[in-house]
């Protein structure tokens, strides 16, 4: 074998350790933990009775069992934080392919404007396939106190003051990890993992 084959063969073999040992080492790290706060005692949410767009009656997590959900609570006129989070969320969904095990869920913290109509024609404008919820003072209450979301405020005044998270809930109908503000925007990272996990 001459000086220049031997030298390419060193070179091939050299490249092919190296592509090796890095997929090693790809493979072999650890997965990243996910953003957001996991509950030490996870909470059933089943059994919240909402409205969907349609006016019909909407199981929170039964209507979803054996996919994973987004909730976010807020309401349609809010002027900053409820867009820009329901933006968020489209983008980690688009980023995720868009996947059919995979439910965004807005609840309005005002029922007495979001009608179902209200509430679906917004959550629409920022993904078709995003759902959005409503339903009597009671019914959303409730839901708010099983999400540990609290609201306050004066609806005619458009300054409903709300907890701005984004909860995870399993395939199970269990509320498993909160993601705050700050966190959502990792979620388009995390919902492989989390498809995988929960």
Same mark, same amino acid.
């Given at each position: 074998?001459?000086?220049?084959?031997?030298?390419?063969?060193?070179?091939?073999?050299?490249?092919?350790?190296?592509?090796?040992?890095?997929?090693?080492?790809?493979?072999?790290?650890?997965?990243?933990?996910?953003?957001?706060?996991?509950?030490? /005692?996870?909470?059933?949410?089943?059994?919240?009775?909402?409205?969907?767009? %349609?006016?019909?009656?909407?199981?929170? !997590?039964?209507?979803? !069992?054996?996919?994973?959900?987004?909730?976010?609570?807020?309401?349609?006129?809010?002027?900053?934080?409820?867009?820009?989070?329901?933006?968020?969320?489209?983008?980690?969904?688009?980023? !995720? #392919?868009?996947?059919?095990?995979? /439910?965004?869920?807005?609840?309005?913290?005002?029922?007495?404007?979001?009608?179902?109509?209200?509430?679906?024609?917004?959550?629409?404008?920022?993904?078709?396939?995003?759902?959005?919820?409503?339903?009597? %003072?009671?019914?959303?209450?409730?839901?708010?106190?099983?999400?540990?979301?609290?609201?306050?405020?004066?609806?005619?005044?458009?300054?409903?003051?709300?907890?701005?998270?984004? !909860?995870?809930?399993?395939?199970?109908?269990?509320?498993?990890?909160?993601? #705050?503000?700050?966190?959502?925007?990792?979620?388009?990272?995390?919902?492989?993992?989390?498809?995988?996990?929960?």
């Amino acid at each position: 074998m001459t000086r220049g084959a031997r030298y390419t063969l060193y070179l091939v073999l050299a490249i092919v350790a190296g592509a090796g040992a890095y997929g090693l080492g790809v493979m072999l790290r650890p997965t990243p933990e996910p953003a957001g706060t996991a509950l030490t /005692n996870p909470v059933p949410v089943r059994g919240l009775e909402l409205v969907d767009r %349609n006016g019909e009656p909407a199981d929170l !997590a039964g209507d979803f !069992a054996g996919e994973l959900t987004l909730v976010f609570f807020g309401y349609t006129r809010c002027p900053d934080v409820c867009p820009l989070t329901l933006a968020q969320l489209s983008r980690a969904y688009e980023d !995720a #392919g868009t996947p059919d095990d995979v /439910n965004v869920v807005m609840v309005t913290v005002d029922p007495e404007f979001d009608t179902p109509d209200v509430i679906g024609d917004f959550v629409a404008r920022f993904h078709p396939e995003f759902i959005g919820l409503t339903g009597s %003072n009671q019914q959303v209450a409730t839901a708010a106190r099983t999400f540990f979301v609290g609201y306050a405020g004066v609806a005619a005044d458009h300054q409903l003051m709300h907890t701005d998270v984004v !909860a995870v809930v399993d395939r199970d109908g269990m509320l498993r990890r909160i993601y #705050g503000t700050d966190d959502v925007p990792q979620l388009a990272l995390d919902l492989p993992n989390l498809r995988r996990d929960l």
